[in-house]
């Protein structure tokens, strides 16, 4: 995901997205405890893009205050 592709979206979809990259954390947290993990890079990307996601929800909440 690229910061700027998510500036252009709404928080709404932001939201979404914040979902969906928890749940599939969860779920490489799950297959890396079960030994089921094959690419662990994955982990790391996911966790960078779920931060990424809320620093522009941050940024879109301090800009309409």
């Known amino acids: 995901m690229n910061a700027n592709e998510l500036r252009e979206k709404t928080p709404e979809q932001l939201r979404e997205d914040?979902?969906?990259?928890?749940?599939?954390?969860?779920?490489?947290?799950?297959?890396?405890?079960?030994?089921?993990?094959?690419?662990?890079?994955?982990?790391?990307?996911?966790?960078?893009?779920?931060?990424r996601v809320l620093t522009i929800l941050n940024e879109k909440a301090a800009s309409e205050a």
Do not use: H, P, S
């Not at 928890?22 to 966790?47: H, S």
């Open 18 to 51: 914040l979902t969906a990259l928890k749940k599939e954390q969860f779920n490489l947290r799950f297959q890396q405890a079960t030994g089921q993990l094959e690419n662990t890079a994955r982990m790391r990307i996911v966790k960078r893009d779920a931060a």
